[in-house]
């Protein structure tokens, strides 16, 4: 099969940083909806998937993946350069080398029981796959990730007293955790500063959490699910529950920590279905942000093999069919509708999906899905200053405009734009739907992924 002459690349600098597999969330997802997040950017988003290098090794779900076949479609696209794996030293070359680097510094989450085998064998398969001369080869962590996320913590948790939303709800919630929000991250950093790191770590804001509700003493938090457990246990004795204030909470350190990342980085940041309904009023710089009245759309309905089928295929075959002439068509067809949404271009952008999945058929024998593909193309006009806000703006909008498909996705892709100008794409494969109130704040789409998952370009 002949391979494309183009480059693989997006408008995101780097691609996007996978949060699925933080092993800090892994309470929030499950196998399937990790599976279908993974197997959907793999093959249907152009830039490459960017993961922590802990991340590799402390995600249940991840590591079910790679012991469960002999050669998972992670391996081979780690082996083709659409993962890049970002290393915490210059010096670091190697997965097993990381995996030395993160035990020596303490960092927790890395559980045993989570392995048929051993975090050592699995450092040597990824090894075995990886080649750091494809993409751009690793990422080495910038300095002061630790600061990074320690002043956007403090942003949006401190000095965002209030969240304006009309989930009174919502917050209600943001005011009940005021305590947790301001004394747990004062006590993290000093926790932080007295072991030597520099800003906040994650884990110690778990740690203080649960000291101030007597249900956990230090060292002993794995991971955030444990905490949760514990509130969980515990709430029946309590005058009001506080497991799912708690959750939030937890919820929003996440979506800090990894956007921390994702901007050192340089890359967008995918952020899970399952997280995705905070992400808006959540994260930082969430102003209003005006946008065009009118969202262009681009639908059309083709068969594709569903998930479960993709993940039985052929591995190898399937990374093939990504990196040939069908998927480059895809991927530059939509970039270029995306810039100019003409009738003509909208025409070869649907050629070309029907192209790509003709292939994929051909490789990924089993059940298939009728499926929508849906484009949503919105401009922000001059002045906007928040990614989180234009999505949240462009996703109400495009439901309340007559232009609005029926059938449309809530997963933003990359962003592209010239001076004064922000624009945002979503691509998303839909089963039927949506259900939308008419209220622009209360989006509710039924699609592939139960929960949509959100990306949030980089900018």
Same mark, same amino acid.
């Given at each position: 099969m002949e391979m494309s002459p183009h480059a693989r690349r997006d408008a995101n600098k780097r691609g996007w940083y996978f949060s699925p597999t933080d092993g800090g969330i892994e309470h929030s997802v499950n196998s399937k909806s990790f599976r279908d997040s993974l197997i959907f950017h793999l093959l249907f988003e152009p830039?490459?998937?960017?993961?922590?290098?802990?991340?590799?090794?402390?995600?249940?779900?991840?590591?079910?993946?790679?012991?469960?076949?002999?050669?998972?479609?992670f391996l081979?696209?780690?082996?083709?350069?659409?993962?890049?794996?970002?290393?915490?030293?210059?010096?670091?070359?190697?997965?097993?080398?990381?995996l030395n680097e993160i035990g020596g510094q303490g960092i927790l989450g890395i559980e045993q029981n989570q392995y048929k085998f051993s975090p050592q064998s699995l450092a040597e398969r990824l090894d075995s796959a990886f080649d750091a001369s494809l993409g751009?080869?690793?990422?080495?962590?910038?300095?002061?990730?630790?600061?990074?996320?320690?002043?956007?913590?403090? &942003?949006?948790? *401190? +000095?965002?007293?209030?969240?304006? $939303?009309?989930?009174?709800?919502l917050a209600a919630i943001w005011q009940r955790i005021e305590p947790f929000r301001t004394e747990c991250l004062e006590e993290a950093r000093r926790t932080t500063s007295i072991l030597g790191g520099d800003g906040i770590r994650r884990a110690e804001i778990f740690d203080a959490v649960g000291r101030k509700l007597g249900i956990l003493s230090?060292?002993?938090?794995?991971?955030?699910?444990?905490?949760?457990?514990?509130?969980?246990?515990?709430?029946?004795?309590?005058?009001?529950?506080? &497991?799912?204030? *708690? +959750?939030?909470?937890?919820?929003? $350190?996440?979506?800090?920590?990894?956007?921390?990342?994702?901007?050192?980085?340089?890359?967008?940041?995918?952020?899970?279905?399952a997280l995705a309904h905070h992400a808006i009023p959540l994260l930082p710089r969430s102003s209003s942000v005006a946008m065009e009245e009118n969202a262009i759309t681009f639908q059309t309905r083709v068969n594709l093999p569903s998930f479960a089928t993709l993940e039985r295929a052929d591995s190898g075959e399937l990374i093939a069919i990504r990196e040939s002439d069908p998927a480059q068509q895809?991927?530059?067809?939509?970039?270029?509708?995306?810039?100019?949404?003409?009738?003509?271009?909208?025409?070869?952008?649907?050629?070309?999906?029907?192209?790509?999945?003709?292939?994929?058929?051909?490789?990924?024998?089993?059940?298939?899905?009728?499926?929508?593909?849906g484009a949503i193309r919105l401009v922000a006009r001059p002045g906007a200053e928040s990614v989180g806000a234009i999505i949240g703006a462009a996703l109400g909008a495009a439901v309340g405009t007559s232009?609005?498909?029926?059938?449309?996705?809530?997963?933003?892709?990359?962003?592209?734009?010239?001076?004064?100008?922000?624009?945002?794409?979503?691509f998303q494969e839909l089963r039927p739907g949506p259900r939308a109130s008419t209220r622009k704040q209360d989006i509710r789409i039924e699609s592939v992924f139960e929960t949509p998952d959100l990306n949030i370009p980089f900018s």
């Amino acid at each position: 099969m002949e391979m494309s002459p183009h480059a693989r690349r997006d408008a995101n600098k780097r691609g996007w940083y996978f949060s699925p597999t933080d092993g800090g969330i892994e309470h929030s997802v499950n196998s399937k909806s990790f599976r279908d997040s993974l197997i959907f950017h793999l093959l249907f988003e152009p830039a490459p998937l960017v993961i922590t290098d802990v991340f590799f090794f402390n995600c249940r779900y991840l590591i079910e993946h790679l012991e469960g076949s002999e050669y998972p479609i992670f391996l081979r696209a780690l082996k083709s350069g659409l993962i890049t794996p970002a290393f915490r030293s210059s010096s670091t070359e190697t997965f097993s080398q990381s995996l030395n680097e993160i035990g020596g510094q303490g960092i927790l989450g890395i559980e045993q029981n989570q392995y048929k085998f051993s975090p050592q064998s699995l450092a040597e398969r990824l090894d075995s796959a990886f080649d750091a001369s494809l993409g751009d080869g690793p990422i080495i962590w910038p300095e002061n990730m630790g600061s990074a996320f320690a002043e956007l913590a403090h &942003h949006v948790f *401190i +000095e965002q007293e209030e969240l304006l $939303v009309e989930d009174q709800n919502l917050a209600a919630i943001w005011q009940r955790i005021e305590p947790f929000r301001t004394e747990c991250l004062e006590e993290a950093r000093r926790t932080t500063s007295i072991l030597g790191g520099d800003g906040i770590r994650r884990a110690e804001i778990f740690d203080a959490v649960g000291r101030k509700l007597g249900i956990l003493s230090a060292g002993e938090l794995g991971k955030p699910r444990d905490l949760l457990r514990a509130v969980k246990s515990t709430d029946g004795i309590r005058p009001f529950p506080l &497991h799912g204030d *708690i +959750e939030l909470f937890v919820d929003a $350190v996440n979506l800090c920590y990894q956007q921390s990342q994702a901007s050192k980085f340089g890359c967008g940041h995918n952020i899970p279905g399952a997280l995705a309904h905070h992400a808006i009023p959540l994260l930082p710089r969430s102003s209003s942000v005006a946008m065009e009245e009118n969202a262009i759309t681009f639908q059309t309905r083709v068969n594709l093999p569903s998930f479960a089928t993709l993940e039985r295929a052929d591995s190898g075959e399937l990374i093939a069919i990504r990196e040939s002439d069908p998927a480059q068509q895809y991927f530059d067809m939509r970039s270029a509708w995306a810039k100019d949404p003409s009738s003509d271009r909208e025409a070869m952008l649907k050629k070309s999906i029907h192209e790509y999945a003709k292939a994929l058929r051909k490789v990924a024998k089993g059940p298939q899905r009728s499926t929508m593909i849906g484009a949503i193309r919105l401009v922000a006009r001059p002045g906007a200053e928040s990614v989180g806000a234009i999505i949240g703006a462009a996703l109400g909008a495009a439901v309340g405009t007559s232009a609005a498909p029926g059938l449309f996705g809530a997963a933003v892709g990359a962003a592209v734009g010239g001076s004064g100008t922000f624009l945002v794409k979503a691509f998303q494969e839909l089963r039927p739907g949506p259900r939308a109130s008419t209220r622009k704040q209360d989006i509710r789409i039924e699609s592939v992924f139960e929960t949509p998952d959100l990306n949030i370009p980089f900018s």
